[in-house]
């Protein structure tokens, strides 16, 4: 797949620095903001953002991951929220029109929640792989518990040995093991590849810990009635950590929705698919400014 080379742009948000890239594509048509998942950073949004055509896409590293440091009141879903707000308002800024917002699991909560408290910053919506399953609660809720405590081990022991709990690699390549569902041994080369690149560029063990709170407390299904918004949705039927049973009940409930169901894929599309997740984003965004 032939994609863009990114080139870093930068915002300032309430003060804090945010790092980011663009794929440019020279197009006076309304940007593309995207939100990555947890762990990663813009990294793994790449070849989606390389293969949307005829915008402008904008790729963040969230406060406390990647480049971008936490936030100085520490990570929250109210801390998040209002960074993102902040951050579409300086894309609206400099580039003179709002951008399209989308958010890839972990990301896919946090916009969605922005969305509803603040129906301003997005007036259409994309989620990828949205989180619509509790993870407290129901058959993953004791995976997640084992989670929970492994994260918080690693924020509560000693340097360097928490840290190196965290950023192991054969934990690291387990976790990568587990979400990838191609066959293709090029592909699952490429996806550990960049998971053993960009799993472990957090910036410290206590901002991962908290995040991780967030991305287990919450769901996009929380704040379903408030999305009224144009909402594209793509997910993938062999999704483990968002099972599609419930991406589908959750997609019924919005009041104006396209969901692009992808089938033989599971939580990776943005790895496994983002031919097909751009092709439905670009078809979704045409004729929307």
């Not at 603040?118 to 129901?138: M, V």
């Not at 093991?177 to 041994?185: G, H, K, P, Y």
Request: proline residues 6%.
């Amino acid at each position: 797949m032939s994609v863009s080379l990114p080139r870093r742009i930068d915002f300032t948000v309430d003060g804090h620095r945010t790092a980011a890239w663009l794929h440019s594509s020279g197009s006076t048509s309304r940007p593309v903001l995207m939100v990555h998942g947890f762990r990663g950073d813009h990294h793994g949004m790449d070849l989606i953002a390389g293969a949307v055509r005829g915008r402008d896409v904008i790729v963040g590293d969230l406060p406390g991951f990647g480049l971008s440091p936490p936030l100085p009141a520490g990570l929250s879903l109210d801390g998040y929220c209002d960074h993102l707000a902040g951050l579409v308002a300086e894309v609206t800024s400099r580039w003179q029109t709002a951008p399209i917002v989308l958010g890839h699991s972990f990301g896919s909560i946090l916009v969605a929640h922005m969305a509803a408290r603040r129906p301003d910053t997005a007036g259409e919506l994309i989620l990828i792989n949205p989180i619509t399953s509790p993870a407290l609660e129901g058959s993953a809720r004791l995976l997640t518990a084992l989670t929970r405590l492994y994260y918080g081990l690693g924020a509560r022991l000693p340097e360097p040995i928490g840290h190196q709990l965290l950023a192991n690699p054969v934990i690291v390549r387990l976790m990568s093991e587990v979400m990838a569902t191609s066959r293709d041994r090029g592909l699952r080369r490429y996806i550990h590849d960049q998971h053993a690149r960009y799993f472990s560029t957090f910036s410290d063990r206590t901002s991962l810990a908290a995040a991780f709170d967030v991305s287990v407390a919450h769901t996009v299904t929380e704040v379903a009635g408030q999305l009224t918004m144009p909402t594209l949705v793509i997910a993938g039927d062999k999704d483990a950590i968002a099972p599609i049973a419930a991406t589908r009940k959750f997609v019924s409930g919005l009041s104006d929705a396209r969901f692009v169901e992808l089938s033989g894929v599971g939580h990776l599309i943005h790895y496994e698919r983002p031919g097909e997740a751009a092709s439905a984003i670009m078809e979704f965004c045409d004729g929307r400014g």
